[in-house]
């Protein structure tokens, strides 16, 4: 698979409409819901319908919840895979190879620690059929960017889309997502942008997946990747990462802070923070 993060005058794929109302209302969604009446209603609704979802290579399912005032559709996916090794689609092998839900969960409750949890979706942990899993919205999608490319669609405010994408960019080197594939990043009805499926993200390495990647930064994000603190996270993530996961995460934002603050040191802050 191709990876979304290029530069950003070329097109990104992106399917999967498994979003998140955020409580600015970005999406469009009217859903009189809080964030955290979202995450109560995901874990206990009643799951009155549900199918497999004809996208995502870890066979999530689109779940029908209702508890009787609301009915709306979640994705559902329980895939918690660890091998010694395991060889990729792209021939790469990989060791201590983990495909897990946990990482959905613990890539929502990072977000929020440096607040960017307005570009993902509420990831929360359920029982259904058995099964342990995470389980997020489901949010139409004003298309996915095979359409959009298809389509040959560029986005009516470019700075908006690029600001957005340089977002997503931090955020991926921070979690190091061994699979960030273009059908992770998903556009709504006003071109807000979601990143989603953080199942093989959290690697142990301490490195920096793309560097060269890293060229903007929200003068916010860098601010709250500065504050994050190893315990804070630790605790957040409790039972969904492990302290060498914790370990790396911190191990990665070290670098990423310092690559910006290289950059802007070169360029000046103009140039590099917005």
Same mark, same amino acid.
């Given at each position: *698979? ?21 409580i600015?209302?970005?999406?469009g969604?009217n ?7 979202? $995450? =109560?209603?995901?874990?206990t ?31 559902? =996916?329980?895939?918690?895979?660890? +091998?010694?090794? *395991? ?19 613990a ?10 949890? @307005? ?7 359920r $029982? ?10 489901w &949010?139409?999608v $004003? ?8 389509? +040959? ?5 470019? @700075?908006?889309?690029n /600001? ?7 955020? @991926? ?6 699979d ?11 071109? %807000? ?5 953080? %199942? ?5 390495? +301490? ?12 003068? =916010?994000?860098?601010? +709250? &990747?500065?504050?994050l ?13 492990? /302290? ?5 995460v911190?191990?990665?934002? @070290? /670098?990423?802070?310092?690559?910006? =603050? ?6 000046g ?6």
């Open positions: *698979m191709q990876e979304y993060l290029r530069p950003l005058t070329r097109p990104l794929l992106a399917v999967l409409a498994c979003v998140i109302l955020s600015a209302g970005r999406a969604d859903t009189p819901l809080t964030k955290e009446q979202v $995450k =109560q209603f995901l874990q609704a009643e799951v009155i319908k549900s199918k497999p979802s004809s996208k995502g290579i870890t066979h999530p399912w689109r779940l029908t919840l209702s508890n009787g005032t609301i009915t709306h559709d979640a994705s559902f =996916q329980s895939v918690d895979e660890h +091998k010694s090794e *395991m060889k990729l689609a792209s021939g790469k092998v990989e060791i201590d190879f983990v495909d897990s839900y946990k990482y959905n969960i890539a929502y409750q990072l977000a929020e620690l440096v607040g960017l949890d @307005d570009m993902l979706p509420v990831y929360v942990e $029982k259904w059929q058995g099964k342990t899993g995470s389980i997020s919205w &949010l139409p $004003k298309m996915d960017d095979v359409e959009r490319v298809e389509k +040959k669609i560029e986005p009516p405010d470019p @700075d908006k889309w /600001k957005q994408m340089y977002r997503i960019r931090v955020f @991926d080197e921070l979690v190091y997502d061994t960030p594939n273009l059908t992770n990043v998903l556009i709504g009805e006003d071109w %807000s942008v979601w990143r989603v499926d953080f %199942s093989r993200a959290f690697r142990k390495n +301490k490195d920096l997946r793309a560097p060269k990647n890293l060229v903007k930064c929200d003068r =916010q994000l860098l601010e +709250k &990747l500065k504050a603190k190893a315990d804070e996270l630790a605790g957040e993530t409790k039972g969904y990462l492990t /302290k060498d996961e914790v370990n790396a911190m191990a990665r934002r @070290d /670098k990423i802070v310092a690559t910006f =603050q290289s950059l802007i040191a070169e360029k802050e103009k140039e590099i923070l917005y």
